[in-house]
């Protein structure tokens, strides 16, 4: 069996960092379940149902409103893609109108949360990340650090932060860096 | 009119420099002229100098719609080089690097040529190979170019990045010793004095709406201010070609976008060289009064706006520090942007158009100050003589229908991308 | 700084996007044997003081393209569409 490692496995040393007292900042890194795109074109609608009734879900959803289910979750990334958290296997919904792709390899999870968590993600995306703006169960896809995210509100100061593999690092940094003002803690994966 | 020399400025000196004269007069059009070159910015007010001095035509006018160099030659970073690689271009430019080493003199005006020299920075082998190519093209065709290796750079420029784990590790640089700097305001007013001094009319604060017609040739220009005939006329409008040459019925291979520049505070004399980034589009000098000069990449969207967003402020600074790490402590004093020319090769246009009546010189994207001088030189001769020089012949309008693009950057037709 | 409306993601920075090329050129039928359609098409630009439309790509949201009405002079930004319902 192979053993899939974190992209962030040399920046998460569990602790409390920065300035001392109760930490504004809780930072991780979770292991995702799988994730996977589905991606079609004008037929989307059609070509996606299978793969819905599949992870008992009803709708492809709202460009702003995560969907969730028993074992999965799922965002509507665009008019014709969709990004979904599941273990299960969905190579075989592929077709000629229809590209499945499995992303578990390519994006990793950072968890930011606590008190602090909404305004150091401010700091880092051009969004606005008010708590009457963006709602637990919200998501939406911008640039953090000059990276494509996608930022999915989990709680009233919990947030998931999908990033791709290759900058990881790089976004970890800059978020602790941002944060270590107000204290952070780093705990394992979850 | 004075000339200029160290006894007047003695002798005016002398008399509480209440009595040296105007530097070019503010005539009143005449109805007509042999020529009208739109645009007086460096290359219209150089074009009608040259075709004066070269070809004995005085009876010109420049007309500009603003306050004569107060266009791109008033917002440019001022980096004078002869090191372009493709046929068409390198011959062009040292042209004018010659008639820059001369120029005060022949203008009798101090345009404060510094040939203090370039580094264009490596940073991988593949550059350096790329720089290798270049500068044996330059030295084939006469052109000085040398080419430093890692520590020769670091010992002529100590206070770039030499980091073990630099983002961007310095591999080495071509250099060419006789580029430099020269002070833009100076060569619109030295180009503008000479001219005046040989009869040109500068006609300032006119705005060209429109052309005058007869049959299919242009025969002038309406103004903002009133019709002036004119045998031969010449856009000189860099930034605006198109919309001039719309006015023509002509649509060109241009693009217009801005391009920022800034400048620091004044600081004691640190970059006596120009310094341009391998890594990224950035360049960086240092002006006479101590503030460092620098620029980088274009905005990237079509502007007119004279004026450019925070985001490639951003991303022209964090080149500056990657490339000079100690810059991060002085202070932006200001910031401003031109319009460019970008046209679909990189390249310009010193040609005839399809109108009769009408020549085109523009499509200068960003590299226009350096070739202020030939620009005008080349321009006049196309214009007095109805035919390019050879130093022009490529910068046509239709080498794209012919597949003789003179692409640099190789990267197509894709204006922001050259 | 520029904000630009995406229809799928809202009002964002203009950092979100790549700017792709002038909107406003036909590509020609693919059978097109005449040069002067192709040099329009790829060369030649209208390049206006003024609006233009054009396509911007949301390279770190949605990622689609989109066609915007834009203001060259002031940035003044009009109507955003996605480019697929422009071309229908």
């Known amino acids: 069996m192979v053993e899939v490692r974190s992209p962030l496995r040399e920046r998460i040393t569990p602790g409390q960092f920065g300035a001392p007292g109760d930490a504004g900042v809780v930072l991780g890194n979770r292991t995702l379940a799988g994730l996977w795109q589905i991606a079609g074109w004008s037929d989307f609608d059609e070509a996606a149902d299978p793969v819905l009734q599949a992870l008992g879900l009803t709708a492809l959803g709202s460009y702003r409103q995560a969907q969730q289910a028993a074992g999965v979750r799922a965002w509507r990334t665009a008019p014709d893609r969709m990004l979904f958290e599941t273990p299960q296997d969905l190579t075989p919904f592929n077709s000629a109108a229809l590209a499945v792709l499995d992303l578990g390899h390519a994006r990793t999870c950072i968890t930011l949360s606590g008190p602090i968590a909404r305004d150091v993600l401010a700091q880092v995306i051009a969004v606005d990340t008010a708590p009457d703006v963006l709602k637990p169960g919200m998501f939406l896809q911008t640039g953090l650090h000059s990276v494509a995210v996608l930022v999915h509100c989990t709680g009233p100061d919990a947030f998931e932060i999908l990033v791709p593999v290759t900058w990881a690092e790089s976004v970890w940094d800059i978020l602790f860096e941002n944060a270590l003002p107000y204290g952070i803690a780093v705990r394992e994966a979850a | ?418 | 700084m520029i904000r630009i409306n995406c229809p799928i993601c809202g009002l964002r920075s203009e950092t979100e996007f790549t700017y792709g090329e002038d909107a406003s050129v036909t590509r020609p039928a693919m059978d097109e044997s005449a040069a002067q359609p192709w040099l329009d098409y790829v060369f030649n630009r209208d390049n206006p003081r003024g609006w233009h439309r054009e396509y911007w790509h949301h390279a770190q949201g949605c990622r689609q393209w989109l066609v915007l009405e834009r203001n060259t002079l002031t940035h003044e930004i009009g109507t955003c569409r996605l480019a697929r319902e422009d071309a229908a």
Request: proline share 4%.
């Open chain 2, 1 to 418: 009119m004075t000339h200029y020399s160290a006894f007047s400025v003695f002798r005016h000196a002398l008399r509480g420099n209440k009595t040296w004269g105007r530097a070019w007069r503010d005539p009143e059009p005449k109805a007509s002229y042999d020529v009208v070159i739109v645009g007086g910015g460096g290359h219209g007010l150089a074009t009608a100098y040259y075709l004066a001095k070269e070809h004995g035509i005085t009876n010109v006018a420049v007309i500009e719609k603003g306050w004569l160099g107060g266009g791109n030659t008033g917002r440019n970073t001022t980096i004078v080089r002869s090191n372009y690689m493709m046929p068409g271009n390198t011959m062009f430019y040292e042209r004018s690097m010659k008639l820059w080493e001369n120029l005060s003199q022949d203008l009798n005006y101090n345009v404060m040529i510094s040939q203090r020299g370039q580094y264009n920075l490596c940073h991988s082998p593949g550059q350096m190979d790329a720089a290798r190519r270049r500068g044996n093209v330059m030295r084939a065709n006469g052109i000085d170019a040398e080419l430093f290796d890692r520590a020769e750079v670091r010992r002529r420029l100590p206070y770039l990045d030499y980091t073990e784990n630099a983002r961007f590790p310095i591999h080495g640089a071509i250099y060419q010793s006789r580029a430099g700097t020269a002070r833009h305001d100076a060569v619109a007013w030295g180009f503008a004095r000479g001219a005046d001094r040989r009869g040109v009319d500068i006609l300032q604060q006119r705005e060209v709406t429109g052309y005058l017609w007869e049959g299919g040739r242009i025969v002038g220009v309406q103004t903002n201010r009133g019709d002036i005939r004119a045998g031969k006329v010449g856009l000189c409008v860099a930034g605006h070609s198109g919309h001039l040459a719309r006015m023509a019925g002509l649509r060109l291979p241009i693009e217009t976008h801005s391009l920022q520049a800034f400048v620091t505070e004044p600081y004691k004399p640190l970059v006596d060289t120009v310094i341009s980034f391998g890594a990224a589009h950035f360049y960086i000098s240092q002006s006479d009064k101590g503030g460092l000069v620098l620029g980088g990449d274009l905005d990237m969207y079509n502007s007119y706006a004279q004026r450019g967003g925070l985001p490639i402020v951003e991303h022209t600074l964090a080149s500056a520090k990657a490339l000079m790490p100690s810059v991060s402590r002085l202070k932006l004093l200001r910031h401003w942007a031109g319009v460019m020319d970008m046209s679909m090769d990189g390249s310009p246009f010193i040609a005839k158009t399809p109108v009769d009546g009408l020549y085109l010189n523009g499509g200068w994207c960003y590299g226009g100050f350096k070739a202020t001088p030939a620009s005008g030189w080349c321009f006049a001769h196309t214009i007095a003589r109805d035919a390019p020089h050879a130093d022009n012949a490529e910068f046509t309008l239709n080498r794209f229908e012919r597949g003789y693009q003179i692409d640099e950057k190789g990267m197509g037709p894709k204006p922001n991308a050259h």
